[in-house]
């Protein structure tokens, strides 16, 4: 000021102003006043700013004075304030009182940057909390397992009989006590599609297959002996859709088998399936199809071992007789042995030729409880996985060894069952649970539910909410099968027994035997109409739409489609499979 006064300047140049021609010069230069600091960081911060990625030094004209000015700190926090120090955590105060930033603007602070998005930019994995407004819980749901539920409304219109104890009303009372705790919420739902006869003579007769699609119950009582032949009297009789019965069961499993051999699903439930008694040729014990043994047919296509457990209280006898000779499939089977059906299931009965051990035959005694059940089904079970290490598990989940079943003599409770189910999950292999015997609906609809959410991981309240199906479960009103004061005729030293000769049978086994390699067959074709439907068409007339074509332009009461009518046009595939040729068909 003294230079200037000195030369004749009448001009009076402000502090500010001042300040300004020195940052267009590139000269920046400190207050000592505090009240005029708010103009100094307006227009000297951009020249200034030091960018750490470009590394820009500072100007030569901006020397360190040897002497901290008083008002240097207090400058800085109304600059703090704009954003900079708050957006950029590493962002620090220099001693001549520069603010470093990442950001060559005084920009307002960027969006909070979330969980998700720290960990891209830091590339180092961080804990996501699902309580966080982002989309964060994605990356923890990714960490469960993927359950898909096949589920079919329709399977409970069907009835074996008034007396029959057999009653597929059971699976939609499941499914309804699965929809009331709000499973579905946390499952891929999916309705399976129907199983056509071909698919069905992949395991059975082609003429017991062609018997079941045209039997109704008139043609069983005006041929006799012919439909002895093939259905065992009371135990399997014709009743009406019979065959779109088989159907639903056979196509769940077989599309389950799918979504697990193309990684689209861990875990898969079809609770209508499990018919484990049902042989190549004829209906046995409730079951017509044998839909586990076109599952495990569809799995061996991708998986060189496949292992089947049968937690039923009947032997699983089907299952086993179709793989006995082949050591690609270990089936185990926990049951009741004796002067019980079907009378099968010695321990003696390991296989033969090259499925020789491969056969795994439990037999129990009447009553046995939780603790002697886990006793003998743990250790078991642990050996047969270290043995022979399947790439898959298929698991029927019969509810007939429950206590108080109507056909069932074991004394299992509803938590001692949905632990062998636990125990299965926790070898993070792919599982797939089936259905099978049970015969006290309402004690079957509990622990298919129970066990559902043991897949997932969820709680239940033990008190149940109200359903479609409440009156059933009176008086008591509650989520639990208790075992009764039935007398446990499985003394340890019977069970000790049995463990000793089931374990030198496995040791006997060799050590996860291979498969010779062969190319893959390929898959059934998913958007085709089969036989079926060429049926259909051949006696819908003039209008040529198959059933499945008209189930495609009803859309649920709870989806919604995105048109501004209430027309909805569906996609119709114009080919169809017909199992032996394809051909176009007759479009409306």
């Known amino acids: 000021k003294a230079a200037m006064k000195k030369q004749g300047a009448v001009k009076q140049t402000t502090l500010g102003s001042m300040l300004a021609q020195k940052a267009e010069s590139g000269v920046v230069v400190k207050p000592s006043v505090k009240p005029v600091v708010k103009p100094v960081v307006k227009t000297a911060a951009k020249p200034v700013a030091v960018t750490k990625s470009a590394a820009v030094t500072k100007p030569a004209t901006a020397a360190k004075p040897t002497a901290k000015p008083s008002a240097a700190k207090p400058a800085a926090k109304p600059a703090a304030k704009r954003g900079p120090r708050k957006a950029i955590s590493d962002s620090e105060d220099d001693d001549d009182g520069f603010v470093e930033s990442d950001s060559d603007d005084l920009a307002p602070p960027p969006p909070r940057q979330t969980a998700g998005r720290r960990a891209a930019a830091t590339k180092t994995p961080v804990y996501m909390d699902v309580s966080d407004d982002s989309d964060d819980g994605d990356f923890k749901m990714a960490l469960k397992k993927r359950i898909t539920y096949y589920y079919d409304e329709e399977v409970g219109n069907y009835n074996y009989g008034y007396m029959h104890p057999m009653k597929p009303f059971r699976m939609r009372m499941a499914h309804s006590l699965v929809s009331a705790y709000g499973l579905d919420k946390h499952l891929n739902v999916v309705r399976p599609p129907r199983a056509s006869a071909l698919e069905m003579t992949r395991f059975h007769a082609d003429d017991y297959v062609e018997f079941l699609s045209r039997v109704t119950p008139e043609l069983a009582q005006q041929e006799p002996e012919h439909t002895s032949v093939y259905l065992s009297g009371e135990d399997c009789p014709a009743f009406d859709g019979v065959f779109e019965f088989c159907s639903i069961s056979a196509g769940g499993s077989i599309a389950g088998a799918k979504r697990i051999n193309h990684g689209e699903s861990d875990v898969v439930v079809n609770w209508a399936g499990g018919l484990h008694h049902a042989k190549k040729g004829a209906a046995s014990g409730f079951c017509y199809i044998n839909d586990i043994v076109l599952a495990i047919l569809e799995l061996l296509r991708y998986h060189q071992r496949v292992m089947y457990l049968d937690i039923d209280v009947h032997h699983g006898d089907g299952v086993e007789e179709a793989f006995y000779t082949t050591d690609r499939v270990m089936s185990v089977s926990f049951h009741k042995f004796g002067d019980f059906f079907p009378g099968t299931g010695h321990v003696d009965d390991v296989g033969v030729a090259r499925g020789r ?227 176009p068909a007759a479009r409306r």
């Open 357 to 583: 051990g491969y056969a795994v035959n439990v037999p129990l005694r009447d009553g046995i409880d939780d603790a002697s059940y886990a006793g003998i089904f743990e250790p078991v079970m642990r050996m047969v996985m270290e043995r022979f290490r399947p790439g898959a598990v298929v698991m029927q989940c019969g509810t007939d060894s429950l206590s108080g079943d109507r056909i069932g003599c074991f004394n299992l409770s509803m938590q001692g069952h949905a632990a062998c189910v636990a125990f299965m999950k926790s070898f993070n292999v792919p599982l797939f649970c089936l259905g099978g015997g049970g015969y006290t609906i309402r004690n079957v609809a509990r622990t298919w539910a129970y066990e559902t959410a043991v897949l997932l991981g969820h709680d239940l309240d033990p008190v149940l909410p109200y359903n479609d199906y409440y009156d059933f479960y009176g008086p008591e009103f509650r989520l639990d099968v208790p075992a009764s004061n039935m007398e446990n005729m499985n003394t340890r030293e019977y069970l000790a027994q049995i463990l000793e000769r089931v374990g030198e049978q496995l040791r006997s086994v060799p050590h996860a035997p291979s498969a010779q390699m062969h190319e893959v067959p390929r898959d059934w074709p998913e958007d085709s109409d089969n036989e079926i439907d060429d049926a259909e068409m051949d006696a819908a007339g003039e209008a040529k739409m198959t059933r499945r074509q008209r189930e495609a332009r009803v859309v649920p009461h709870a989806e919604a489609y995105d048109t501004d009518t209430d027309e909805f046009t569906p996609i119709v595939n114009p080919y169809r499979h017909t199992g032996t040729s394809t051909r």
